[in-house]
């Protein structure tokens, strides 16, 4: 499948309710061949209205870390496991994961990263594994599917203020982009 057939299959959806009641689907944006992508778990109102993942505050904010350690947002490539926002920011329920996954699933397939950040626990829950704890496990590397993957907080998570998850962040940022800048140096 092509990028226009995905996207084009992914804006037609009509797997879940969600589809009915979105502005626009967020497909994804970014870097097609990227090393590094980045996943989060949904649209947010922000992100419904634009079409663009990772435009509002949070995003924001992830923009400023990647920023401070050097990783243009260019040069990746940013998807959230759904692709339709859910009603008032709920958190996506695991039937609309389990009808949208397939569309993230192509969309790694296609990028082919080196690397994958899950942004909070609820696409490291799904992407990691079940039981992940976001506060004890961001920052750890795993090896799953051929992909380096990790998680780190979820950027509105840290919009609340606490100071020590910000302090944890940018020292995990700062390993990511060491990775990042090991796979392109070795590309």
């Keep these: ?22 502005t626009n689907t967020v497909f994804g944006a970014g870097n097609k061949n990227a090393v590094l992508m980045f996943v989060g778990e ?9 079409g663009v993942p990772f435009v509002g505050r949070a995003g924001k904010l992830l923009d400023k870390y990647l920023e401070v350690v050097e990783i243009p947002r260019d040069d990746v490539y940013i998807a959230n496991m759904l692709k339709c926002r859910p009603p008032k920011n709920r958190d996506p329920q695991e039937d609309e994961q389990d009808k949208c996954i397939s569309y993230l699933r192509e969309q790694v397939r296609l990028v082919q990263p080196k690397m994958i950040v899950c942004l909070g ?60 800048r090991d796979y392109k140096q070795n590309a």
Aim: charged share 30%.
């Design 121 to 180: 626990r609820i696409s490291a829950m799904r992407l990691i594994k079940p039981d992940f704890k976001i506060t004890k496990e961001h920052g750890i590397w795993v090896k799953k599917g051929g992909f380096e993957m990790t998680a780190v907080y979820h950027p509105s998570l840290l919009l609340r203020g606490n100071l020590q998850y910000k302090e944890e962040m940018l020292e995990d940022m700062k390993v990511i982009a060491k990775k990042y």
């Design 42 to 50: 949904a649209p947010g109102e922000s992100e419904d209205l634009s």
């Design 1 to 22: 499948m092509t990028w226009e057939e995905l996207e084009q299959k992914c804006i037609n959806c009509t797997l879940c309710p969600l589809g009915q009641t979105k």
